[in-house]
């Protein structure tokens, strides 16, 4: 009898060192937590990739892909956005004409946009339409080729729009450059050659169409019709 009262009292002591244990002063605090496992789930993230964290516990997962591909079409939304978004104007007639109502540039055209352009065009522009945009470039003044039009002259009016919509598709004579620039390298091409149709004939150009080539002086007009 007396051994079983000591194992009450025994129980009875632990039983009120749990309690007692279990309470602490700070309000906030969820007191002590003896299996949390049956009450609270792991959080697991969905864009993280729990191979990256080297998991020592549980190895397993480092060899787990927690985040799964995007769907097809998913446009991914990054600092350069505007590479990623997907050009849908079509390349006939009417969406030249709707790019040329619509289409405006993205870009806050500022003097380093217009740098960045200018040395865009000097590399895949300026063989074609020359220095300073007067259709007089090597290829034309040396090669014999079409020359386009003047970018002050029967160019000046070319909306941005329209220019973008060439540069991605191509027109007339001219291939598409979207394989060989990016939309913001496209952009940056437009903001410079927008300085251009605001420039008068630079004299290296000048002396450039005085060079002797019948088709120089006919293609002109026959590449200002394509591009308008």
Same mark, same amino acid.
């Given at each position: ?115 960045? /352009? #200018? ?7 300026? @063989?074609?339409?020359?220095? &300073?945009?007067?259709?007089?470039? *090597?290829? !034309? ?28 598709? /191509? #027109? ?7 394989? @060989?620039?990016?939309?913001? &390298?496209?952009?940056?091409?437009? *903001?410079? !050659? ?35």
């Amino acid at each position: 009898m007396k051994k079983l009262q000591i194992a009450y009292k025994l129980a009875f002591a632990i039983g009120a060192l749990f309690i007692l244990a279990s309470c602490v002063n700070e309000e906030n605090s969820p007191g002590y937590e003896y299996m949390p496992d049956m009450y609270r789930s792991p959080a697991v993230e969905a864009y993280v990739d729990y191979g990256e964290i080297r998991d020592t516990l549980r190895p397993e997962l480092m060899q787990t892909m927690s985040a799964r591909k995007p769907s097809a079409g998913t446009v991914p939304m990054t600092s350069e956005s505007i590479n990623d978004m997907p050009y849908t104007i079509p390349n006939t007639i009417e969406g030249y004409e709707m790019a040329g109502r619509s289409l405006k540039s993205p870009l806050d055209e500022n003097e380093l946009i217009v740098e960045e /352009g #200018k040395e865009i065009y000097s590399n895949f522009c300026i @063989q074609c339409h020359g220095k &300073e945009g007067q259709g007089n470039g *090597a290829v !034309v003044a040396k090669g014999g080729h079409p020359a386009p039009g003047a970018y002050n002259g029967p160019l000046k009016d070319l909306p941005e729009g329209k220019m973008f919509h060439t540069l991605t598709y /191509g #027109k007339g004579v001219m291939g598409s450059h979207a394989s @060989q620039l990016t939309k913001l &390298e496209r952009w940056k091409v437009v *903001a410079y !050659v927008k300085e251009l149709q605001m420039l008068g004939s630079g004299e290296d150009d000048e002396k450039a169409e005085e060079s002797p080539s019948d088709s120089t002086s006919t293609g002109s007009e026959q590449t200002a019709e394509l591009m308008n």
